[in-house]
C-alpha cells in the first residue's frame, strides 16, 4: 500500500519561500509509475490543485500560481518536494501530496501539512 | 469563486438517496471523461471515491455511484448511513489553463 507523508515548517514569515517535502514509502519513485501532485486547503475553504510533478522532470503549475512554485525530486530519498516563492497571509493552508493518475485523478492522499504565514 | 460548481450542501435522512451535481464548462467537464469525486471527514485527507465519471476505487462502496450528462457530472449516494457525511468535492481534467480543477465542495448532511 502505497503511503505519503508531507513535511514543512509550520510556521513562516511573509516574503519567504515555502519548502515542503513528500517522502513516499510502499513503492520506490525510481519505478516512475508514480506523479505527485501537490494541493492546497486553506483553512474552512475547498480544494487548489498547485501543480503536478513527472518523473520525467516535466512539471505542470497552476497558471495563478506558476511563477511562484517549483517541483522537483530527490530519488535517494524518495521525496517529491514543492518550494513555493514569496509567501503571503493568502498562501496559508494545509498542503497535500498525492499521486495522479495521467492527469485524471488523485489516487493516494498524504495527511497534510499547516502552513501558516504570519508576520 | 471554483472553476466547477457545486451546491454548497445538501442534506437526506438515513436510507435515502441523494444526488450532488458538479457543473463545468465545454472545455472540461463536457468534453472529457475524467470528472472524479472526493470524500472528506473533518480533519482527514481527501478520498478518491469516483474517477473517470463512474468507475468506483476498490473498496468504495458500491451505494457510491456517478454520471455525466452534458457539462454537469453527478454524485449519487444511495442507502445514506451517518458515516456519509462529509464533504465532497469533485475534479476534472481542463484546458483552461489549470489542467487539473475542483469544485467549491458541497457538505452532505444526514438528518
Known amino acids: 500500500q502505497l503511503q505519503l507523508q508531507e513535511s514543512g515548517p509550520g510556521l513562516m514569515k511573509p516574503s519567504e519561500t515555502l519548502s515542503l517535502t513528500c517522502t513516499v514509502s510502499g513503492a520506490s519513485i525510481s519505478s516512475g509509475s508514480y506523479y505527485c501532485a501537490w494541493i492546497r486547503q486553506p483553512p474552512g475553504k475547498g480544494l487548489e490543485w498547485i501543480g503536478t510533478?513527472?518523473?520525467?522532470?516535466?512539471?505542470y503549475y497552476n497558471a495563478s500560481l506558476k511563477s511562484r512554485v517549483t517541483m522537483s525530486k530527490d530519488t535517494s530519498k524518495n521525496q517529491f518536494s514543492l518550494k513555493l516563492s514569496s509567501v503571503t497571509a493568502a498562501d496559508t493552508a494545509l498542503y497535500y501530496c498525492a499521486t495522479v493518475y495521467r492527469q485524471r485523478y488523485f489516487d493516494y492522499w498524504g495527511q497534510g501539512t499547516l502552513v501558516t504565514v504570519s508576520s | 469563486q471554483s472553476a466547477l460548481t457545486q451546491p454548497a450542501s445538501v442534506s437526506g435522512s438515513p436510507g435515502q438517496s441523494i444526488t450532488i451535481s458538479c457543473t463545468g464548462i465545454s472545455s472540461d467537464v463536457g468534453v472529457y471523461d475524467y470528472v472524479s469525486w472526493y470524500q472528506q471527514h473533518p480533519g482527514k485527507a481527501p478520498k478518491l471515491m469516483i474517477y473517470?465519471?463512474?468507475n468506483r476505487p476498490s473498496g468504495v462502496s458500491s451505494r457510491f455511484s456517478g454520471s455525466k450528462s452534458g457539462n454537469t457530472a453527478s454524485l449519487t449516494i444511495s442507502g445514506l448511513q451517518s458515516e456519509d457525511e462529509a464533504d465532497y468535492y469533485c475534479s476534472t481534467y481542463t484546458t483552461r489553463g489549470t489542467i487539473l480543477i475542483f469544485g467549491g465542495g458541497t457538505r452532505l448532511t444526514v438528518l
Open positions: 473517470d465519471v463512474t
Open positions: 510533478f513527472y518523473y520525467s522532470g516535466s512539471t
